[in-house]
T-cell receptor, first 112, second 115 residues
């Protein structure tokens, strides 16, 4: 089955700097890759997603890139702010109504 | 638009007991997926319900069971509770089309503690 690896497990950046989180997946049939932000004690919140027919997607300060050949995708957050501090999860799934396979998460701390 | 709601928010049980967790899907969504999130880990897929039928199951024993109602709300039942069942149980709803992936939106979860 699908296996998703996520790095790093923890990341500290200065406010205003950029943060990059990377994920790799094993199943070449996976074609949908969402990213979730989970603040302490709260629900995972979908922040951006990308499908395999697109190489990059951007939404304000957040962008995701996908390399299907290498089977990896990355989350880029620019101009980080303290409220970006949270645990970020990447996930992958195949076509159709299929479950998400999550990475283990990255704890991002933005230091003011 | 009403989001995904789960009940109860917290629950304490003892080993061997049974528990039922509930989830109301987001308006317009016909698919509910249940995940178990252990402390410091990513969510692990338990099973999914699509139009009242089980539509996939993860690596969980049969004592984890569920159902989906005609209004697309869902229940997760766990029998013979074990200490390792202590976790946050998340429900996510989506609009299943059978062909394309649709975003899954999560509820706040039920935190289950087994003593």
């Amino acid at each position: 089955g699908e296996n998703v690896e996520q790095h790093p497990s923890t990341l500290s950046v200065q406010e205003g700097d950029s943060a990059v989180i990377k994920c790799t997946y094993s199943d070449s049939a996976s074609n949908y890759f969402p990213w979730y932000k989970q603040e302490l004690g709260k629900r995972p919140q979908l922040i951006i997603d990308i499908r395999s027919n697109v190489g990059e997607k951007k939404d304000q300060r957040i962008a995701v890139t996908l390399n299907k050949t290498a089977k990896h995708f990355s989350l880029h957050i620019t101009e980080t702010q303290p409220e970006d501090s949270a645990v970020y999860f990447c996930a992958a799934s195949k076509a159709g109504n299929t479950p998400l396979v999550f990475g283990k998460g990255t704890r991002l701390s933005v230091i003011a | 638009e009403t989001g995904v709601t789960q009940s109860p928010t917290h629950l304490i049980k003892t080993r061997g007991q049974q528990v039922t967790l509930r989830c109301s899907s987001q308006s317009g969504h016909n698919t509910v997926s249940w995940y178990q999130q252990a402390l410091g880990q990513g969510p692990q897929f338990i099973f999914q319900y699509y139009r009242e039928e089980e539509n996939g199951r993860g690596n969980f024993p049969p004592r984890f069971s569920g159902l989906q109602f005609p209004n697309y709300s869902s229940e997760l039942n766990v029998n013979a509770l074990e200490l390792d069942d202590s976790a946050l149980y998340l429900c996510a709803s989506s609009l299943g089309t059978g062909t394309s992936n649709q975003p899954q939106h999560f509820g706040d979860g039920t935190r289950l503690s087994i003593l």
